[in-house]
T-cell receptor, first 112, second 115 residues
Framework: NAGVTQTPKFQVLKTGQSMTLQCAQD?????MSWYRQDPGMGLRLIHY???????DQGEVPNGYNVSRSTTEDFPLRLLSAAPSQTSVYFC???????????FGQGTRLTVV | AQKVTQAQTEISVVEKEDVTLDCVYE???????LFWYKQPPSGELVFLIR??????QNEISGRYSWNFQKSTSSFNFTITASQVVDSAVYFC????????????FGKGTRLHILP
């Protein structure tokens, strides 16, 4: 029972590099989301999706892109990494936006 | 934006003491949903409870209890007879009925249970 699988767990990038954080869920959830967690800031929503082909911006979307081509996958792309994007990233999925969310293990990203 | 406020940034209590974590939310909606999540030192986020705005009954689950009061827009979380394993960051969150409304998390309360 995999739940939400998020990769990689750790990543170090140089400023200006691009990368994709992967997120996959096997619970057939429609709602998926990406958060970043910074000290003292709690969880802030980056982007979310209410179903395949539908995405929308959250609270802090700048510098990130997402797509949702399948129900299972919701990758997060950093096009040109900046030190301000150093954070812990969590992917989550849920049956609906107002039901229990299942979180991935998190990705600790450092941009130098 | 409709905020969720967890005014207590960090709390320390001695094991076996009771502790209450506060959560105050803002909402313009009649229907809404409130959550608590736990993040232990290992880092994962674990769901604890979900309440909808029409159910004001207090909930108890073992040593955990939740007090939902619409009159004060609060959804407080109490741990009775705390244990070291309760040490974690606890997040309160609110969701609205419209799926296009964003889920809002509080900034979290870091709880230290001292042996």
């Amino acid at each position: 029972n995999a739940g939400v699988t998020q990769t990689p767990k750790f990543q170090v990038l140089k400023t200006g590099q691009s990368m994709t954080l992967q997120c996959a869920q096997d619970m057939n959830h429609e709602y998926m989301s990406w958060y970043r967690q910074d000290p003292g800031m709690g969880l802030r929503l980056i982007h979310y999706s209410v179903g395949a082909g539908i995405t929308d911006q959250g609270e802090v979307p700048n510098g990130y892109n997402v797509s949702r081509s399948t129900t299972e996958d919701f990758p997060l792309r950093l096009l040109s990494a900046a030190p301000s994007q150093t954070s812990v990233y969590f992917c989550a999925s849920s049956y609906s936006h107002n039901t229990e969310a299942f979180f991935g293990q998190g990705t600790r990203l450092t941009v130098v | 934006a409709q905020k969720v406020t967890q005014a207590q940034t960090e709390i320390s209590v001695v094991e076996k003491e009771d502790v209450t974590l506060d959560c105050v939310y803002e909402t313009r909606d009649t229907t809404y949903y409130l959550f608590w999540y736990k993040q232990p030192p290992s880092g994962e986020l674990v769901f604890l409870i979900r309440r909808n705005s029409f159910d004001e009954q207090n909930e108890i689950s073992g040593r955990y209890s939740w007090n939902f009061q619409k009159s004060t827009s609060s959804f407080n979380f109490t741990i009775t007879a705390s244990q070291v394993v309760d040490s974690a960051v606890y997040f309160c969150a609110r969701a609205a009925p419209n799926r296009d409304d964003k889920i809002i998390f509080g900034k979290g309360t870091r709880l230290h249970i001292l042996p």
